[in-house]
């Protein structure tokens, strides 16, 4: 245990607490106040919650607990369902996980879910810090939850500067130090405060239970911390996409392979993507099959975890559909399938009949 965490964890958690116990956040997964929580919806909420902002969960959340209010349900769902509610909180992955880990649970585990972070951390999906917040909010476990908020407020309480992501493992162990009896409010906490309080540009100090105790604070870097990793350039990738449409307006969908980037989604016909785009004769020779292909103007842009993609669309409207594999989507159904946020795009663009078609435009250098 660090010196200064042993001397100051009393301290640190009352008093946390105390600022918990009045500013805690309403939100729709978090168990009212003396009520146990539910360990699937802490877990669901978890790992919707990865790499994704509170803000863009809630309405996810509630349609997911409404489809499947047990992890029994969820478990019984077709995974194309499941992909298609996902659609649009993208990090594709985690709704296949999901899916997994509720045939492990429902169907090995007796539909109850593991009460430690170790044996959390066997089921699909679930990675050190959500197996701690899942355990220490569900159960009490004495765990630290290491979300973005609580790294930063750590980071600052103990004027941290080691660069991220090498510094996790230390705020880790700071941390986890100071976890007291209630260890889900205080994961919860930790959450809040770096939410409301110790925010990434101008913390609001003054109001922070730690503000005492805060090196960073004191030595006026609060700002500056978590120290950041230089970002890295991601590379750019271009291509052609195919939106077509029968004489009904449906829209072909192919689907994309089990494994890689989307998987399991759906799509509209794609050309390969590379360092530039193709010329239309190219693109056309691309197509998944001749018809009047015309281009529509602008592109569609989106940015991947490691990459930035640009697409060309062509458009093409046929009397009778061609034998060809794929399904053919009303437009009215396109919301309810499992198209990620990047096709919705491309599908989007490509219906825009308002749009000029072969005007052409200097693409981004």
């Not at 956040?25 to 168990?31: S, V």
């Not at 669901?44 to 309405?59: F, R």
């Not at 989604?265 to 239309?280: R, S, T, V």
């Amino acid at each position: 245990m660090p010196p200064a965490a042993k001397s100051q964890k009393p301290d640190f958690a009352a008093r946390l607490l105390a600022w918990y116990d009045v500013h805690r956040r309403t939100l729709p997964w978090r168990a009212p106040k003396g009520r146990r929580p539910d360990p699937y919806r802490v877990w669901l909420s978890e790992i919707m919650l990865q790499q994704t902002t509170v803000q863009a969960v809630g309405a996810y959340y509630r349609k997911f607990l409404e489809r499947w209010p047990s992890v029994a349900d969820l478990a019984d769902a077709q995974q194309d369902e499941v992909l298609a509610a996902w659609a649009g909180l993208g990090y594709y992955a985690r709704a296949r996980n999901l899916h997994a880990a509720a045939k492990v649970v429902a169907h090995q585990m007796g539909g109850k879910f593991p009460g430690t972070a170790a044996a959390l951390r066997e089921l699909p999906g679930v990675g050190g810090y959500t197996a701690g917040a899942i355990s220490a909010i569900a159960y009490d476990e004495k765990q630290a939850a290491m979300d973005a908020n609580a790294e930063r407020v750590i980071a600052r309480v103990y004027a941290v500067e080691t660069p991220m992501p090498k510094a996790k493992t230390e705020l880790h162990a700071l941390c986890s130090a100071l976890v007291p009896d209630r260890a889900g409010d205080f994961a919860q906490a930790l959450m809040d405060l770096g939410s409301a309080i110790c925010t990434p540009k101008r913390p609001a100090c003054p109001n922070c239970p730690w503000a005492e105790f805060c090196k960073a604070r004191k030595l006026g870097i609060q700002e500056t911390l978590p120290v950041k990793a230089p970002k890295m350039a991601r590379p750019l990738k271009r291509g052609a996409a195919f939106v077509v449409t029968d004489r009904t307006g449906a829209v072909l969908l192919l689907k994309r392979p089990d494994k890689g980037l989307l998987a399991s989604m759906l799509e509209p016909p794609l050309g390969p993507w590379g360092e530039k785009f193709p010329a239309d004769a190219l693109a056309i020779r691309q197509a998944p099959f001749e018809a009047a292909w015309k281009k529509r103007a602008g592109i569609v842009r989106h940015g991947f975890t490691h990459f930035e993609l640009e697409i060309e669309v062509y458009v093409a409207q046929l009397l009778k559909r061609p034998k060809t594999p794929g399904e053919w989507v009303p437009r009215e159904r396109l919301g309810a399938v499992a198209l990620p946020t990047v096709m919705k795009k491309i599908v989007e663009h490509g219906l825009d009949e308002g749009g000029p078609l072969f005007v052409l435009r200097k693409p981004r250098a």
